[in-house]
Structure formats: structure tokens, C-alpha cells
């Protein structure tokens, strides 16, 4: 924040970080009015980003996702299944993230099939 306790307009131009301010600011108490003003510019910022087209359209996604169900709110496996699916549309070919996007999906198709198991042992 500046002097006069305004966020600086230059963090506008940050859109993970912005993304990752919206999602932090949700879980203020309340009278936590920085955290208040964090989320309030962080969707100011955020929707006029969408609406001049400034970012690319799986970013666009992951905002929409986060407007409609904050993280906190959400399930985290619910959670993971969004992440994997947006993390797949970022197509960064590095072979590291790649591992890591791979063995994303197989612990989330694991313990997939687990549940899957457990729901048919106690429909029996």
C-alpha cells in the first residue's frame, strides 16, 4: 500500500497474484479492513483484466472458477480436480511440471477409486 493507503496500482498488472490476494482476502474476520479493501481491488482489478481481454483464456477460467467458488469454500478434492484441469490448459512443456501434473492425476484417480470402492462395499 501507498502513503496514502491505497494499493499501488502497479500490483493491477500481477494476475496470479491477484488471484492468489482474492482468494486470501476471503478468509478475513470480520473488521479486517485491509483484508476488505485487498478483496475489493483484487475484483476490481481482476474483472477489468476479463473485460479487456488482457489475459489468455485458461487464466480466464481459473478466475471464473474462483469468483463463483472461493478456495476455501470449496472441496478439496473438488478443488484439485479444477487445479489439474487449469494447470493442463497452462501448457508449460517443462518436463518438471509435467511429472508433477502427471503424478497429480494419478493420485487423484487413486483415491478416486478408492471412494469408488468404499461407496460399493456399503451399497452391498
Known amino acids: 500500500m501507498n502513503n496514502e493507503g491505497k494499493f499501488e496500482q502497479w500490483l493491477a498488472t500481477d494476475e496470479q497474484g491477484l488471484l492468489s490476494l482474492y482468494e486470501a482476502a476471503h478468509i478475513a474476520f ?3 479492513d485491509i483484508l476488505d479493501e485487498a478483496l475489493s481491488f483484487a475484483t476490481k482489478s481482476l474483472k477489468s483484466m476479463m473485460q479487456d481481454k488482457k489475459i489468455n483464456a485458461s487464466f480466464q477460467k481459473q478466475i471464473d472458477f474462483a469468483f463463483r467458488v ?5 472441496v478439496p478434492r ?9 494447470y493442463s490448459d497452462h501448457h508449460d512443456t517443462s518436463l518438471q511440471n509435467q511429472k508433477l501434473l502427471m503424478f497429480a492425476k494419478l493420485d487423484f484417480n487413486m483415491v478416486q477409486k478408492f471412494h469408488q470402492q468404499e461407496l460399493q462395499e456399503l451399497a452391498k
Open 78 to 86: 473438488s478443488l484439485a480436480r479444477h487445479s489439474i484441469d487449469f
Open 30 to 32: 470480520n473488521g479486517e
Open 70 to 74: 472461493p478456495a476455501w469454500k470449496c
